[in-house]
């Protein structure tokens, strides 16, 4: 038994038999025998096609739909393709998606993700479904990514992702595509995996899924795993530490199926952020003497804990070992019934609570300690007036009374840098439920398939952020350095930073709201011909949030450290706000047989203001004010405050051609997106680490030609192939900004989108030998050069990366993987350093800056048992 032949589970073979026998009347008998084909697990290299297999995303109504009849643009990810491809992330599960440029380089959560030229950090412009249900109803809820909240196991079986399509008008907050990740379901038998893991990097992983019918005609699966290891960049402590358990219970009866499933996460991550660079003599990016590039970190032992004091006494306790620390509940209750007479009836309840906490060490700006003391002490001057004797300034290691910073060379580079401890603390508590009814009904000959639906969502979030600036040098695990006055003679006379911190307080927030949600959509599956298929559908939806954030003002608590806490001012901005906007998509699938078609789509689509606009936004405008002053200003803000966002819209037009045999498989994708009301809220970090908010406002055009392909010469060699070409420029980009000089006026129209590359490629050649028990594969990818900002002043070399992995089969049950990550050690970088600004990059010209590059090479080994 070869694992990549392995059948359906029977619960699923099942459903999709029935599905298809109710839409088999109004399928062309090409599509009826290849539906049924792709429900039997036979091998592609017979007579069914990729074509034949059936899709379950994006799409919705009675039946079954397979890729043949598909009007947009889907990649599918199957359960041994997944296994070998071994993604440590969700944003690593979708490299080989074409459209998607990922940044999976910051570690297991947090990544960012950028479909057809929308410029959206994060998962803000797709949604991260789990069978069908969105994992959070938005997933760029400020610092709560979608992907934080969702772990890949052993329990996901396959993946399903569309692009663009009509995933806008099914899915909340899904402008530019969803990511479907399909659970296994329980079959007529006990089955079950298990697999340990382990990697060059202290790994220690257990994933296990195990499912049984039990009494009652019901079936239950139990599944999840467990992790803990040191990072690929290592911080001195453990990086990664927890994991997931999930119980399902399901049921078919007659007319429907129910099905429970509950899953608790309890997982810590380590947020991996920019690193010290420079560029060589040879115009090479390297990591800066004393630095290495591959595994180190700024994170370390001696930034790892600290006790912050806030204003009023209290402490905020700041652990970097909790990196991203999820704790989350997650119920789902999926409910199909068939009410006769055409009509099926199906409703799915999400129910979470998820308590994130999120530090990190950020590294927000790199510079040369003689600069630093320069600027300092003209900075600081009146200050350093006030000690007798003082002669000037000097940086000495905080944990090492007496050991001077070498500003000439120390750790062979002199640089040092001005970071922050960063804490942010958010419970959210949601509610989602999507009720569809539908129902397949004969027109004059022509079968169409009709389906209503009206979407729910109530979401709850508590926001709380406290941050402190620090002085680093520039090494692996950095260590902290005071800033010191000095006498002539180089004797320390006093000190104006505390244990390495320069300034506690330089973020603060203090927020809460409720936003709720309500979506109507409606769509048609239109089959006019054997061959023609029309689909439309429409969606509106409204959205009503309220809450407050607290303003903030500066308090001095005494000390150099604490003279300018942010805090909170007892002063609140409250919201009330209420939006609701109407897309719209057409599309049209024309098959000119079992091995080919062609399809089109025009996609109207928006984003509503979200909770997260208000509650993560934080207000700086009224900073350094008091009394009277400041009270106009509140005043001032509270009259604006509804306004502080605004509806995202977009056109997304493609037209695609796919072809399949058992030799070859193509699939041609051009697209073109117009993405309008891009908000751009950019902090720029001064050499102080104070922050200095900018808003701008866009809009974008994208042109692009996706292709997704596979050859198959021979039972021993395939080759798989996805590639992004695209030009995506900025639009109506200027802005006036103040300078010394006056007022500037910055046009950055027709520049390329920030850190989109236009050409993405990735080639997978793989070899079956052995009669098939041994797989070997090897992974390129190319990256083009990247912009690290909006103005184009700062470029990200062009890179690539190599990633094998290989599978022995040593028994039917026994099965052996290994993988090498980053094969060649590549440097290349995702990204520069967005605390220097991403609309004008404070790092352009510079020799030494911050950016992070791509995890260096790993190894990890795996054996799964199968029974």
């Known amino acids: 038994m070869q694992m990549k032949r392995r059948r359906l589970s029977g619960s699923i073979r099942r459903a999709l038999v029935v599905g298809a026998c109710a839409a088999m009347a109004s399928a062309p008998a090409w599509a009826q025998q290849d539906a049924a084909s792709a429900t039997d697990g036979t091998d592609r290299r017979t007579d069914a096609t990729e074509l034949d297999g059936i899709v379950v995303t994006g799409r919705v109504g009675t039946g079954v739909r397979t890729k043949a009849e598909t009007s947009y ?18 944003t690593e599960s979708l490299k080989s998606v074409p459209g998607f440029w990922v940044e999976a380089s910051g570690g297991e959560a947090s990544g960012n993700v950028r479909v057809r030229g929308i410029p959206v950090d994060g998962f803000g412009s797709v949604n991260i479904l789990e069978d069908g249900v969105p994992v959070v109803h938005d997933p760029s809820l400020g610092y709560l990514n979608g992907d934080q909240a969702f772990r890949l196991d052993e329990t996901i079986e396959r993946i399903e992702v569309v692009r663009g399509g009509p995933s806008s008008v099914i899915y909340p907050n899904a402008p530019a595509g969803a990511i479907n990740y399909i659970p296994r379901q329980v079959g007529d038998e006990d089955e079950g995996i298990a697999k340990v893991t382990v990697g060059d990097y ?44 999930r119980v399902n219970l399901a049921r078919e009866f007659e007319r429907g199926r129910i099905s429970i499933d509950a899953k608790h996460l309890d997982d810590k991550v380590m947020l991996y952020l920019g690193i010290p660079m420079s560029t060589d003599a040879d115009g090479d990016i390297r990591a800066v ?23 009023g006494g209290g402490v905020w306790d700041y652990d970097n070992a909790k990196g991203t620390h999820v704790r989350r509940d997650q119920l789902t209750v999926k409910f199909d019934y068939d009410l006769g007479a055409g009509w099926q009836v199906s409703d799915a309840l999400g129910l979470t609570h998820t308590k994130t906490t999120r530090n990190g060490v950020f590294a927000l700006n790199l510079q040369s300690a003689s600069s630093f003391l320069e600027n300092q002490a003209d900075a600081l001057a009146s200050r350093i007036a006030q000690v007798p004797g003082a002669a000037g300034l000097q940086l000495s290691y905080a944990n090492a009374p007496g050991g001077v910073f070498d500003v000439a060379d120390q750790n062979g580079n002199g640089l040092m840098m001005v970071g922050g401890l960063r804490g942010v603390e958010m419970p959210v508590k949601e509610l989602v439920n999507d009720l569809r009814l539908s129902r397949d009904f004969d027109v004059g000959g022509q079968d169409h398939n009709l389906t209503l639906g009206y979407y729910y969502a109530n979401t709850n979030e508590d926001f709380d952020r406290y941050s402190s600036n620090v002085l680093l040098d520039a090494q692996d695990n950095a260590r902290l350095l005071d800033l010191d006055v000095v006498d002539a003679d180089g ?62 003002t500066t308090a001095d608590g005494g000390t150099p450290a604490t003279a300018s806490m942010l805090t909170g001012s007892g002063r609140f901005l409250h919201y009330d706000i209420s939006s609701d906007k109407v897309g719209w998509t057409l599309g049209a699938n024309y098959q000119f047989g079992r091995n080919s078609g062609l399809f089109g789509r025009w996609t109207s689509a928006f984003r509503l203001p979200s909770l997260g606009s208000y509650v ?28 502080a966002a605004i509806t995202q819209t977009m056109d997304l037009a493609e037209i695609g051609y796919k072809y399949s045999d058992s030799l070859f498989s193509l699939f041609a994708t051009g697209f073109y997106t117009k993405y309008d009301n891009v908000g751009f809220s950019n902090y720029v970090f001064d050499n102080n680490g104070v922050s200095i908010r900018q808003q701008g406002y866009a809009s974008t055009r994208t042109y692009g030609l996706e292709l997704e392909g ?20 900025y639009r109506d980009l200027k802005y006036t900004e103040d300078s010394d000089d006056g007022p500037v006026l910055r046009d950055f129209v027709g520049n390329r989108l920030i850190r989109v590359p236009e050409t993405s490629l990735r080639l997978v050649p793989g070899v079956n030998l ?76 510079a020799n030494s800056f911050i950016a992070r590059p791509v995890l260096g090479r790993a190894f990890r080994l795996a054996v799964m048992y199968r029974f």
């Open 491 to 552: 004797n320390v006379l006093a000190t104006l930073t505390e244990g390495g911190v320069s300034r506690h307080g330089y973020e603060w927030g203090n927020a809460s709201g409720e936003s709720t949600t309500h979506a109507l959509y409606l769509a048609d599956e239109w089959q006019v011909t054997d061959a023609l298929r029309i689909d439309a559908g429409v969606r509106w939806e409204e959205i009503s949030a309220e809450g407050w954030t607290e303003v903030r």
């Open 616 to 643: 993560t936004r934080g207000d700086n405008a009224c900073d350094g004010r008091t009394g009277a002053e400041f009270d106009q200003c509140v005043a001032e803000r509270q009259a604006t405050n509804n306004d």
């Open 202 to 245: 202290g790994l220690q992983r257990l994933d296990f899924w195990y499912g049984t019918p039990v009494a009652g005609d019901w079936k239950l699966g139990l599944g999840g795993f467990y992790r803990q290891d040191d990072g690929i960049r290592d911080p001195g402590y453990t990086a990664n530490d927890g994991g997931q358990f």
């Open 73 to 90: 643009s889907v990649t599918n990810i199957e359960e041994e393709a997944l296994r070998l491809q071994a993604p440590t992330s969700v």
């Open 710 to 729: 596979g050859w198959y010469p021979a039972d021993w060699f395939d080759l798989q192939l996805t590639a992004t070409l695209q030009n995506p420029e």
């Open 289 to 311: 003497p004393g630095f290495d590039g591959h595994y180190g970190t700024v994170a370390g032992p001696e930034t790892r804990r600290l006790a912050m004091p806030m204003d």
């Open 770 to 845: 052995l009669d098939g028990r041994l797989r070997l594969q090897v992974a390129w990818e190319y990256q083009g050069d990247r912009y690290v900002d909006t103005a184009n002043s700062v470029k990200l070399p062009a890179y690539d990366v190599f990633n094998a992995s290989a599978r022995f089969e040593m028994t039917p049950q026994f099965a052996l993987y290994g993988y090498v990550d980053n094969l060649g050690n590549s440097l290349g970088l995702t990204e520069g350093n967005p605390r220097a600004g991403e609309l004008q990059s404070g790092d352009a010209g």
